[in-house]
């Protein structure tokens, strides 16, 4: 897959040095386009590991992807249904075993007008509570050139030229303040909105400008605080 992307993106890419040799880790990004997935395992498995990703459910109702998807172990999560919780059952049997699981906290591709990082779902944050495994963030951003899922529907994909995909990484986010209570809502919440200011910044530096104070709600459509960056 690498020497395949190769052909479709231009790279700057850090080193990752968070992201543990061996043992469990959650991998948070930000979520700009249906792309992000394919891109974003290329870096985990450029950097020696192989991810594990939750992805909506209807992606595996498409023929031969979700069989595909099937077969290399990813992660169904069935949105707004009383299965939606085995997602998170799976995803902390797949950290038991020690391997890297991969969420986008937003829970969706980005509705943001500018494209920032917008309001967290709480998944990310309850699976992190809950097992106490290393959180670690990464920042990207030029996906959304190749791929512009949210730039309306005269958008068709950019391959020509090659663009620039660029992923920034941080440190693994302390998150000790919350405990370790996932049904804890406040703390949920809490955890939820320090999971994406975490990401913020390693998209600025990915991006080279600077993040609005505000973040984008995509339940009510509009701008919230950080602090209230939940949904």
Request: proline share 9%; charged share 20%.
């Amino acid at each position: 897959m690498h020497h395949l992307l190769e052909i479709e993106c231009k790279r700057d890419w850090d080193g990752f040095p968070a992201l543990p040799p061996d043992g469990p880790a959650i991998v948070v990004a930000n979520h700009l386009s249906s792309f992000d997935a394919v891109i974003v395992a290329d870096y985990i498995l450029y950097h020696g590991r192989y991810p594990y990703f939750l992805a909506k459910s209807t992606l595996f109702d498409v023929p031969l992807l979700g069989r595909l998807l099937t077969a290399i172990g990813q992660i169904p999560v069935y949105r707004g249904t009383a299965q939606a919780s085995d997602a998170l059952v799976e995803a902390r049997r797949k950290l038991d075993e020690g391997k890297v699981v991969c969420v986008f906290p937003e829970g969706t591709t980005c509705r943001d007008p500018k494209l920032w990082p917008m309001s967290a779902k709480t998944g990310a944050a309850r699976l992190a509570l809950r097992t106490g495994v290393p959180v670690i963030p990464v920042g990207h951003w030029g996906s959304s050139t190749i791929c512009p899922d949210n730039a309306g529907p005269q958008k068709l994909p950019h391959l020509i030229p090659r663009h620039w995909v660029r992923f920034r990484s941080g440190q693994p986010i302390d998150l000790s303040a919350f405990g370790r209570d996932d049904t804890d809502r406040e703390a949920v919440r809490g955890a939820s909105a320090a999971i994406m200011a975490a990401i913020v910044p390693l998209v600025e530096q990915a991006r080279g400008a600077a993040a609005p104070a505000m973040r984008w709600n995509p339940k009510t459509q509009s701008y919230v605080s950080p602090a209230e960056a939940v949904w």
